[in-house]
C-alpha cells in the first residue's frame, strides 16, 4: 500500500502546485473539454504524451497502446478518434512512436510472447512489406529504428483511411494527420514529414467518394 499512497501524495502536491499558479485552473477545466490535438501513442511509461510537449491537461486529447497502432477492428481507438473529430473538433491528430519500441523489436523476432502475439501480429505485416529495405541496415538497432519509422508512416496511413478523418474532409473540417517519433535518448521529438490534410493525398484505392 506505501506505493499507493505515494501516489495520493505526490497528486496533492501537485494540485496545490497548480492551484497556485492558476486558483480556478481546475474549475475551468471541470466545465469544458477543448483540446486542439488527439495524440496517438505508444504505452510505454517513458513517453508521457502531456510531459514531452510541456502541455496541461485538457490540452491533448490522448490514447495510447502497444506500439502505437490504429488497427481497423480496434472499436476503442476508432471510438477516440471519433470522438476526438466529430466532438471535441480537434485540429491535428498525431502519431507518435518512440525509437527503441519494445513492441516493434518483438514484432521482428520469432519468439513467442503469449497474448501480445495477436497484437504484434500488425507491425510484423509491415516488418514483410519493408523487408528489403530494412535488410540494408548495419545492425539491429539501426533495423528496429527504421521499422519504429515504419510503423508510424503506416498508422499515420491508417489513421487517413479510416470513415472517420474521411468524413470530416468532406465536410470541409480542418484536420492534419502527422507522424513524430520519440528519442528516449535526448527527449527530442522528430517530424517524419508524412502529414495528411485531405484525400487526394491518399491512394485511390482508400479514397471514398
Excluded at 79 to 107: F, P
Excluded at 115 to 141: G, V
Aim: glycine share 6%; net charge negative; aromatic share 8%.
Amino acid at each position: 500500500m506505501d506505493s499507493v499512497d505515494k501516489l495520493f501524495k505526490n497528486n496533492l502536491a501537485w494540485a496545490d502546485k497548480i492551484k497556485e499558479e492558476d486558483p480556478h485552473f481546475f474549475q475551468k477545466l471541470s466545465e469544458q473539454q477543448t483540446p486542439e490535438y488527439l495524440w496517438i501513442g505508444c504505452a510505454d511509461s517513458r513517453v508521457p504524451p502531456n510531459e514531452i510537449v510541456d502541455m496541461l491537461p485538457g490540452e491533448l486529447f490522448v490514447h495510447r497502446n502497444i506500439a502505437n497502432l490504429v488497427v481497423h477492428t480496434d472499436l476503442n481507438c476508432l471510438s477516440v478518434i471519433q470522438y476526438a473529430v466529430d466532438v471535441l473538433k480537434v485540429k491535428h491528430i498525431i502519431v507518435c512512436g518512440h525509437y527503441g519500441c519494445g513492441g516493434v523489436a518483438a514484432a521482428m523476432g520469432s519468439k513467442s510472447h503469449g497474448l501480445i502475439d495477436n497484437w504484434l501480429r500488425h507491425i510484423k505485416d509491415t516488418y514483410y512489406r519493408f523487408s528489403e529495405r530494412l535488410e540494408t541496415c548495419q545492425d539491429e538497432k539501426e533495423r528496429v529504428d527504421l521499422l519504429c519509422e515504419l510503423n508510424v508512416a503506416e498508422q499515420v496511413a491508417n489513421v487517413c483511411h479510416t470513415t472517420i478523418v474521411q468524413d470530416a474532409w468532406k465536410r470541409g473540417q480542418a484536420l492534419s494527420v502527422h507522424g513524430l517519433i520519440y528519442s528516449l535518448k535526448d527527449g527530442v521529438l522528430h517530424d517524419l514529414d508524412v502529414t495528411c490534410e485531405a484525400p487526394e493525398q491518399l491512394p485511390e484505392a482508400y479514397r471514398q467518394d
